[in-house]
């Protein structure tokens, strides 16, 4: 399995991006999508997940209100609309796939290489 994640970018504070990550090959059994970044000098964190069925969400609290995560299974697409977005928003964000809930980085199964956001005050 592949993950690309493509959408990343310059904005200012404020501002909005939409990230996308696509799956290719074979999965086998449903899975769970999701984001997490990376900013520079600090570990990885979760930022938001979503369910096969994409009922179920979960987000960081830092992001809650501002971001929505949401899925297109025909298009093995996971998204990730970021409103609002602040300076300390800035990281590489990578898309994660787990034959399972994702609630941390923990168990996930396979990563997507990473997009950069930055987000200029």
């Known amino acids: 399995v592949q993950l690309q994640a493509s959408g990343g970018g310059l904005v200012q504070a404020g501002g909005s991006l939409r990230l996308s990550c696509a799956a290719s090959?074979?999965?086998?059994?449903?899975?769970?999508l999701g984001w997490f970044r990376q900013a520079p000098g600090k570990e990885r964190e979760f930022v938001a997940a979503?369910?096969?069925?994409?009922?179920?969400?979960d987000y960081a609290d830092s992001v809650k209100g501002r971001f929505t995560i949401s899925r297109d299974n025909a298009k093995n697409t996971v998204y990730l609309q970021m409103n609002s977005l602040k300076p300390e928003d800035t990281a590489v964000y990578y898309c994660?796939?787990?034959?399972?809930?994702?609630?941390?980085?923990?168990?996930?199964?396979?990563w997507g290489k990473g997009t950069q956001v930055t987000v200029s005050s």
């Open positions: 994660a796939l787990k034959y399972g809930r994702i609630s941390s980085d923990v168990g996930v199964d396979y």
């Open positions: 090959g074979r999965t086998f059994r449903t899975y769970s």
């Open positions: 979503i369910t096969w069925s994409g009922i179920d969400t």
